[in-house]
């Protein structure tokens, strides 16, 4: 009984205890024993060759020698740690502890007892030690870094087997004194560290010492470094610091100090240099800056008359034999005044001076604009043009509007030039943030080769494409620019003679509507400058009369003179009855624009002055703000530029058109009449004939959507819907234009959604019927227009 308690006390203790019968060789193991190891029952049997099986080979050996010593008692117990394998086939580290319980009356043993414990945690943990150990030591003697230990109270110093390296210490079993330690340190040096080690222990903050071991030329030079280390009740213990070998760094510090003089002479030399050079560069960049201005100056000059009388031909040409040569003329003064602006655009990306301006914008209204520029295009070589905007698009996005829209129209002209049969679209898409514009064509394609540089400036697929279909190669360099300074960039992907697209993948995050201080119910204006007079300085007899035929159509009572001279002999024939402004040439004969400006503020010092110039760079404006003009046009004169200009720094509004009183005020039946007005300059009598065409030819469309609807036929739904599309934009019914945007986005896909659709559509399709029937009836019956109702279709 007190035999089963003692077992059960050990084993209650984790324990594992064997009993060994020597006379008889049998082994007792018990079942803590066994759990230990994972054996259950009679696995590891009852002898000890069965047990000393489990033991380890390499083990064996060192553990029967420690047992037959103490069974020879030779010791007073038998002590030996050794592996021995688990039932999962592993190896644990035991503790075996036993002694000779009972001996015969000649000293032979006759029962050994003894205990296992499992020792695999602290056996690991010890490997694991040494290892980090072993692994310190080789840092230390890579990095020639040693640590060391001092304890003042006993004058005790520890220290790693590098340290005692770098120091020339042989190793020793017993313990060095601070004295020994630092014995091998030059004396100078070792005053120098003795004071330093003192400081440290009575809590001075050390700085880094060095010192030399040793005498040339095998001397070491040691850097060391120290901290005073606490213990728990926060008293100094001992001084912790290291030496590292800084020898080869001191040879190099002064082997590179025997070059700085010679460096320092190199250096100066190359400033100069290099300071020259630069003066050239800035001299060039100058010089190039310079040569622009005036090739955009001696071509715009000429192109400002010539689109000026074009755009006057095509006015008053109209109905005549003559109108197409005029429209020809202007295109091409269109075209030529684009290669002009892809090159100072290109310049000033050069530059790094073409800055963007985020704003909030509509990205419908933003489509539709481009949409607007490039569907006759595709549609006079007889190509579809097809977009595709998602409801999933926020109204409002952040981003430089004009910019996107340059990026786009550049990218759907190329498309439509380099394409001759098929289509082209624009479709866009939203993933987070980011906004995917895909332009795709079935255009002529071109090769990977070819793709590789068609970003690079005045370049082209091949040879024959500048021939073929001209341009100046910089359209896609540009836009490349353009999108990488917005945080995006251009992906091509294209197949020869299968097609292209273009993907534009710009970072545009949803913003709020901007708000907009004037009303939105302000009805268009006609003659916008009506009541306003202008004194106007332009040497160039063919641009005065350009100017004087738009201003005169705007309303404005317009001055000329020839120069700056001139100007201010009738500025002052005023008298204090001023004009309202003054429009400044720049480059004149007998007076420059800059110096006028300077006199005509003496004299009228809230006078605006504005500044009209062939010249296009940035640095032309900022010459023109700085000597007081309020603003700067480029030649040629854009109406839609100028006039706003006036308007905005006479503080005059614009003058309603003099019917606008009988227009309809707001939306009705979804149009924005004082939008549509805006945008066809006021002419009641075309809006007029425009609804009464579209009222005329669209009588039956929600009747017929809704039979293609109930026949699910997604052709027909698809053409009707693709019509009443560029109707709506024709006629800003936005909700229509949504609507048929949808619907023919899902007859298209052959999707169940466009006939749930194709009734809403009919329905706002009705309702615009209706507004546009109340518009004709209030203005009397009008002829619609067949061109106007093939434009709709």
Same mark, same amino acid.
């Given at each position: 009984?007190?035999?089963?308690?003692?077992?059960?006390?050990?084993?209650?203790a984790?324990l594992?205890?064997?009993d060994?019968?020597?006379?008889?060789?049998?082994?007792?193991?018990?079942?803590?024993?066994?759990?230990?190891?994972?054996?259950?029952?009679?696995?590891?049997?009852?002898?000890?060759?069965r047990?000393?099986?489990l033991?380890?080979?390499?083990?064996?050996?060192?553990?029967?020698?420690?047992?037959?010593?103490?069974?020879?008692?030779?010791?007073p117990?038998?002590?030996?740690?050794?592996?021995?394998?688990?039932?999962?086939?592993?190896?644990?580290?035991?503790?075996?502890?036993?002694?000779?319980?009972?001996r015969?009356?000649?000293? *032979?043993?006759?029962?050994? !007892? &003894? /205990?296992?414990? +499992?020792? @695999?945690? %602290? =056996?690991?943990? #010890?490997?694991? $030690?040494l290892?980090?150990?072993?692994?310190?030591?080789?840092?230390?003697?890579?990095?020639?870094?040693?640590?060391?230990?001092?304890?003042?109270?006993?004058?005790?110093?520890?220290?790693?087997?590098?340290?005692?390296?770098?120091?020339?210490i042989?190793?020793?079993?017993?313990?060095?004194?601070?004295?020994?330690?630092?014995?091998?340190?030059?004396?100078?040096?070792?005053?120098?560290?003795?004071?330093?080690?003192?400081?440290?222990v009575?809590?001075?903050?050390?700085?880094?010492?060095?010192?030399?071991?040793?005498?040339?030329?095998?001397?070491?030079?040691?850097?060391?470094?120290?901290?005073?280390?606490?213990d728990?009740?926060g *008293?100094?213990?001992?001084? !912790? &610091? /290291?030496?590292? +070998?800084? @020898?080869? %760094? =001191?040879?190099? #510090?002064?082997? $590179?100090?025997?070059?700085?003089?010679?460096?320092?002479?190199l250096?100066?030399?190359?400033?100069?240099e290099?300071?020259?050079?630069?003066?050239?560069?800035?001299?060039?960049?100058?010089?190039?800056?310079?040569?622009l201005?005036?090739?955009?100056?001696?071509?715009?000059?000429?192109?400002?008359?010539?689109m000026?009388?074009?755009?006057?031909?095509?006015?008053?040409?109209?109905?005549?034999?003559?109108?197409?040569?005029?429209?020809?003329?202007?295109?091409?003064?269109?075209?030529?005044?684009?290669?002009?602006?892809?090159?100072?655009?290109?310049?000033?990306?050069?530059?790094?001076?073409?800055?963007?301006?985020?704003q909030?914008?509509?990205l419908?209204?933003?489509?539709?604009?481009?949409?607007?520029?490039?569907?006759?295009?595709a549609?006079?070589?007889? $190509?579809?043009?097809?977009?595709?905007?998602?409801?999933?698009?926020?109204?409002?996005?952040?981003?430089?509007?004009?910019?996107?829209?340059?990026?786009?129209?550049?990218?759907?002209?190329?498309?439509?030039?380099f394409?001759?049969?098929?289509?082209?679209?624009?479709?866009?898409?939203?993933?987070?943030?980011?906004?995917?514009?895909?332009?795709?064509d079935?255009?002529?394609?071109?090769t990977?080769?070819?793709?590789?540089?068609?970003?690079?400036?005045?370049?082209?697929?091949?040879?024959s494409?500048?021939?073929?279909y001209g341009?100046?190669?910089?359209?896609?360099?540009?836009?490349?620019?353009l999108?990488?300074?917005m945080?995006?960039?251009?992906?091509?992907?294209?197949?020869?003679?299968?097609?292209?697209?273009?993907?534009l993948?710009v970072?545009?995050?949803?913003?709020?509507?901007?708000?907009?201080?004037?009303?939105?119910?302000?009805?268009?204006?006609?003659?916008?400058?009506?009541?306003?007079?202008l004194?106007?300085?332009?040497?160039?007899?063919?641009?005065?009369?350009?100017?004087e035929?738009?201003?005169?159509?705007?309303?404005?009572?317009?001055?000329?003179?020839?120069?700056?001279?001139?100007?201010?002999?009738?500025?002052?024939e005023?008298g204090?009855?001023y004009?309202?402004?003054?429009?400044?040439?720049?480059?004149?004969?007998?007076?420059?624009?800059?110096?006028?400006?300077?006199?005509?503020?003496?004299?009228a010092?809230?006078?605006?002055?504005?500044?009209?110039?062939?010249?296009?760079?940035?640095?032309?404006?900022?010459?023109?703000?700085?000597?007081g003009?309020?603003?700067?046009?480029?030649?040629?004169?854009?109406?839609?530029?100028?006039?706003?200009a006036?308007?905005?720094?006479?503080g005059?509004?614009?003058?309603?058109?003099?019917?606008?009183?009988?227009?309809?005020a707001?939306?009705?039946?979804?149009?924005?009449?004082?939008?549509?007005?805006?945008?066809?300059?006021?002419?009641?009598?075309?809006v007029?004939?425009?609804?009464?065409t579209?009222l005329?030819?669209?009588?039956?469309t929600?009747?017929s959507?809704?039979?293609?609807?109930?026949?699910?036929?997604?052709?027909?739904?698809?053409?009707?819907?693709?019509a009443?599309?560029?109707?709506?934009?024709?006629?800003?019914?936005?909700?229509?234009?949504?609507?048929?945007?949808?619907v023919?986005?899902?007859?298209?896909a052959?999707?169940?959604?466009?006939v749930?659709?194709?009734?809403q559509?009919?329905?706002?399709?009705?309702?615009?019927?209706?507004?546009?029937?109340?518009?004709?009836?209030?203005?009397?019956?009008?002829e619609?227009?067949?061109?106007?109702?093939?434009?709709a279709?």
């Amino acid at each position: 009984l007190a035999e089963r308690r003692w077992v059960m006390a050990l084993e209650t203790a984790g324990l594992g205890v064997w009993d060994w019968n020597v006379q008889t060789d049998a082994v007792f193991f018990s079942h803590r024993w066994k759990a230990m190891l994972g054996y259950q029952g009679n696995d590891v049997g009852g002898s000890p060759a069965r047990w000393l099986a489990l033991v380890h080979p390499d083990d064996r050996a060192g553990c029967q020698a420690a047992r037959e010593r103490h069974l020879r008692g030779e010791t007073p117990q038998y002590r030996h740690e050794h592996r021995v394998r688990a039932a999962d086939g592993t190896w644990r580290w035991m503790l075996d502890q036993g002694m000779v319980f009972e001996r015969q009356s000649d000293g *032979r043993p006759l029962r050994v !007892v &003894g /205990t296992y414990t +499992d020792v @695999t945690e %602290r =056996k690991q943990a #010890e490997h694991a $030690l040494l290892e980090k150990q072993q692994a310190l030591a080789e840092a230390q003697r890579i990095a020639h870094i040693g640590s060391w230990s001092w304890n003042p109270v006993a004058d005790i110093v520890t220290c790693s087997e590098e340290t005692l390296r770098l120091m020339g210490i042989a190793p020793s079993d017993g313990p060095l004194t601070l004295k020994q330690f630092l014995a091998p340190i030059a004396s100078e040096d070792r005053r120098r560290l003795v004071t330093w080690c003192r400081d440290g222990v009575a809590g001075s903050r050390l700085r880094d010492i060095e010192c030399q071991v040793g005498a040339p030329p095998g001397a070491r030079v040691l850097n060391g470094r120290a901290f005073l280390q606490r213990d728990v009740h926060g *008293r100094s213990s001992a001084l !912790v &610091g /290291t030496f590292q +070998d800084i @020898t080869k %760094r =001191k040879a190099l #510090e002064e082997e $590179l100090d025997k070059h700085r003089h010679h460096l320092e002479g190199l250096v100066k030399s190359r400033t100069a240099e290099l300071e020259a050079a630069r003066a050239e560069a800035v001299h060039l960049a100058q010089v190039k800056t310079e040569f622009l201005a005036n090739m955009s100056h001696e071509i715009r000059t000429p192109l400002n008359a010539v689109m000026g009388l074009a755009q006057i031909g095509v006015r008053d040409s109209a109905g005549r034999r003559s109108h197409d040569t005029f429209v020809r003329i202007r295109e091409a003064g269109e075209h030529l005044l684009g290669v002009i602006n892809d090159i100072l655009d290109f310049s000033r990306l050069e530059a790094g001076r073409l800055a963007l301006d985020i704003q909030p914008l509509s990205l419908g209204s933003l489509i539709d604009n481009v949409e607007s520029l490039i569907r006759e295009r595709a549609e006079l070589k007889g $190509l579809r043009f097809v977009t595709d905007l998602p409801d999933t698009l926020p109204d409002w996005v952040a981003g430089d509007a004009q910019r996107l829209r340059q990026i786009l129209v550049n990218l759907l002209a190329n498309a439509v030039k380099f394409t001759d049969r098929g289509e082209v679209s624009l479709r866009v898409e939203r993933r987070g943030d980011e906004t995917l514009f895909r332009v795709t064509d079935t255009g002529i394609g071109i090769t990977d080769e070819q793709a590789a540089r068609l970003f690079r400036p005045f370049e082209q697929a091949d040879t024959s494409t500048t021939r073929r279909y001209g341009g100046s190669g910089l359209g896609l360099a540009i836009s490349q620019n353009l999108a990488r300074d917005m945080g995006g960039e251009i992906i091509v992907k294209s197949a020869l003679g299968v097609g292209s697209t273009f993907t534009l993948r710009v970072p545009l995050s949803a913003t709020a509507a901007p708000v907009n201080k004037a009303s939105a119910q302000r009805e268009p204006q006609t003659k916008r400058l009506t009541g306003l007079r202008l004194l106007v300085a332009e040497d160039v007899e063919v641009n005065r009369l350009v100017l004087e035929d738009l201003l005169h159509q705007e309303g404005a009572e317009v001055t000329f003179a020839e120069h700056g001279r001139q100007l201010l002999e009738k500025l002052r024939e005023c008298g204090d009855d001023y004009p309202d402004a003054v429009l400044m040439d720049v480059q004149m004969p007998v007076m420059d624009g800059y110096e006028a400006t300077r006199r005509v503020l003496e004299m009228a010092p809230s006078l605006p002055v504005i500044g009209l110039t062939a010249h296009a760079l940035s640095e032309e404006r900022d010459r023109c703000l700085a000597v007081g003009m309020v603003e700067h046009v480029t030649k040629p004169v854009d109406a839609d530029i100028l006039v706003p200009a006036i308007l905005r720094h006479t503080g005059r509004q614009p003058r309603p058109a003099a019917a606008a009183a009988s227009s309809p005020a707001g939306h009705t039946g979804g149009i924005d009449w004082a939008a549509l007005l805006t945008r066809y300059k006021g002419r009641q009598d075309f809006v007029t004939k425009l609804a009464a065409t579209a009222l005329d030819s669209h009588r039956d469309t929600p009747a017929s959507l809704r039979v293609a609807a109930q026949q699910t036929d997604y052709g027909a739904l698809a053409f009707s819907a693709h019509a009443l599309k560029g109707l709506a934009g024709n006629l800003l019914a936005h909700e229509v234009e949504k609507l048929a945007r949808q619907v023919e986005k899902s007859a298209r896909a052959g999707s169940a959604q466009a006939v749930a659709e194709a009734d809403q559509l009919a329905q706002a399709v009705e309702r615009l019927l209706t507004a546009l029937a109340d518009r004709v009836g209030s203005d009397g019956n009008t002829e619609p227009s067949p061109g106007l109702v093939a434009r709709a279709r």
